[in-house]
């Protein structure tokens, strides 16, 4: 392998997650060329941050201008059952290092990353870029298989970098470019839903600047307040959304108005953005690096929307695999591989838990235990490790994660978790 100057990487996607991993190694000295496809939805999905986003804000050097143009973001609002609502503000997670976040416009927050990475030194090509399998025995598929750029997209990062490019990495997102053309295994989760999203003005909010997750007669909810609007999508199977008319738009309107719980307050809002439709399939791979190449963000694995964790996983894991390819050894590529399916497998049980029940159910419980005399001091424990799993900082602990396996099994025993089940 080249050393670190002479190193040559071309990344399949300028979004958040590619221009990340840009940036970082552009400013350890790497060429970086970035294909960044300039045709985006005209509003984009994942506008809410978890607090564990910020210190890669920072890093970025970024923090200042996303605080600029986005909403301060305290906490999280849920509402379940009939009108029952938990709000956690996040500067009570005990023991956080980081107590607050934001609710981004995404074409701004994208643009910004990737104004971070130009600025590095990467070069942006503004072009889609195709990929090719390569290698003994030609299109070899799976985890030993051999991509390469494809004839234009080839030519345009030899320009760029000086040479053929020593990795390849996917950050083109759910389209999972390189997963596919290897034909890479993967693990699908329970769910198979659509989500339909919209800027809305007019929308009431509990508590503001919270994302406010609310569980409806069927699927849930998101209200991500930003600067002069609030996002709103559903989370609905994708058959029930259908009776709700033919296009996205009619859906959208007829679901808004018919839905109880959000017929409560949607006479007096008004749609002002086109209606985007995602595929909120659950699925994740089982390898991510290979000979020359890796996956990273959404390429690698999508969870769920509903603990807006798909930024801080899809950002972790670019300041990991940049530190690995910087190292150059096949032990530490092997590592962010771990790294990221372990996140990937945590954070799917977490959101099991949120559809199944057991989440709000553990909640309802603990309201009603907190309150008994001699619980402050277990109470202090927990508020110690669970509200920090969901900040995002502290999904990596064992001890935390196994505090909450064992209280979702064990603290509701006699509740029936299926009444507040997510259908
Ligand atoms: C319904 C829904 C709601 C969500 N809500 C949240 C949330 O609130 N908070 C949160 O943190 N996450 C959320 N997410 C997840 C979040 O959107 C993603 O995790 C995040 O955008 C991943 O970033 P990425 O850079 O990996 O991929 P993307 O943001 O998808 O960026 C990939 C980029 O690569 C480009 N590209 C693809 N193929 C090519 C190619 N061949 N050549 C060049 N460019 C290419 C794409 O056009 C795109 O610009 C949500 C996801 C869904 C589906």
Redesign the pocket.
């Known amino acids: 392998m080249s050393s670190t100057s002479q190193l040559r990487v071309a990344i399949?996607?300028?979004?958040?997650?590619?221009?990340s991993l840009g940036a970082y190694l552009c400013r350890a000295g790497a060429r970086v060329a970035v294909?960044?496809?300039p045709?985006?939805p005209p509003i984009?999905?994942?506008?809410?941050?978890?607090p564990a986003?910020i210190p890669f804000l920072r890093r970025l050097q970024i923090e200042e201008e996303v605080a600029a143009y986005a909403t301060h973001k305290p906490g999280a609002s849920f509402t379940f059952g009939d009108i029952t609502t938990q709000s956690f503000c996040f500067a009570e997670a005990l023991g956080a290092e980081v107590q607050y976040s934001y609710?981004v416009p995404?074409d701004r927050f994208?643009a910004s990353i990737l104004e971070a990475a130009r600025a590095a030194g990467a070069h942006i090509i503004e072009?889609?870029?195709?990929?090719i399998t390569e290698g003994e025995p030609v299109g070899l598929a799976g985890p030993e298989g051999r991509i390469a750029l494809g004839g234009a997209?080839a030519e345009r990062a030899a320009e760029v970098l000086g040479g053929t490019p020593d990795w390849v990495i996917d950050?083109?997102?759910?389209?999972r470019?390189v997963a596919r053309a290897l034909d890479l295994d993967f693990v699908e989760g329970p769910r198979k839903d659509a989500?339909l999203?919209a800027h809305l003005e007019g929308v009431p909010l509990l508590i503001d600047g919270n994302?406010h997750t609310d569980r409806l007669t069927r699927g849930w909810c998101?209200r991500?307040p930003l600067p002069g609007r609030v996002s709103v999508?559903f989370?609905v199977n994708d058959g029930y959304l259908a009776e709700f008319g033919a296009t996205p738009e009619t859906q959208y309107d007829a679901f808004l108005s018919r839905e109880p719980a959000l017929s409560q307050w949607s006479a007096g809002a008004r749609r002002i953005s086109p209606v985007v439709r995602?595929?909120?399939y659950q699925l994740r791979s089982l390898r991510g690096v290979g000979p020359g190449w890796a996956l990273?963000?959404?390429?690698f694995g999508?969870v769920?929307?509903v603990f807006?964790?798909?930024?801080?996983?899809?950002?972790s894991a670019a300041a990991r695999l940049a530190d690995a390819i910087l190292a150059g050894s096949a032990s530490a590529m092997r590592n962010y591989e771990h790294y990221v399916i372990d996140q990937l497998t945590v954070w799917q049980r977490l959101v099991d838990y949120y559809y199944d029940g057991r989440l709000f159910t553990l909640f309802e419980v603990g309201d009603a235990v907190r309150k008994r005399r001699g619980w402050q001091l277990v109470d202090r424990h927990l508020q110690r490790h669970l509200p920090r799993i969901f900040t995002g900082e502290a999904t990596r602990s064992r001890y935390s994660v196994g505090l909450l396996d064992f209280m979702v099994k064990y603290a509701i025993v006699g509740h029936d978790p299926a009444k507040l089940e997510v259908h």
Do not use: C, Q
């Not at 300028?14 to 221009?19: R, T």
């Open positions: 399949v996607g300028g979004g958040p997650v590619g221009a294909f960044h496809n045709k985006r984009l999905v994942g506008e809410s941050l978890v986003v609710n995404r994208d072009e889609r870029a195709s990929i997209s950050a083109g997102g759910r389209a470019i989500a999203h994302v998101w991500i999508g989370v995602y595929n909120n990273v963000g959404d390429a999508f769920d929307p807006s964790s798909g930024l801080l996983i899809g950002m």
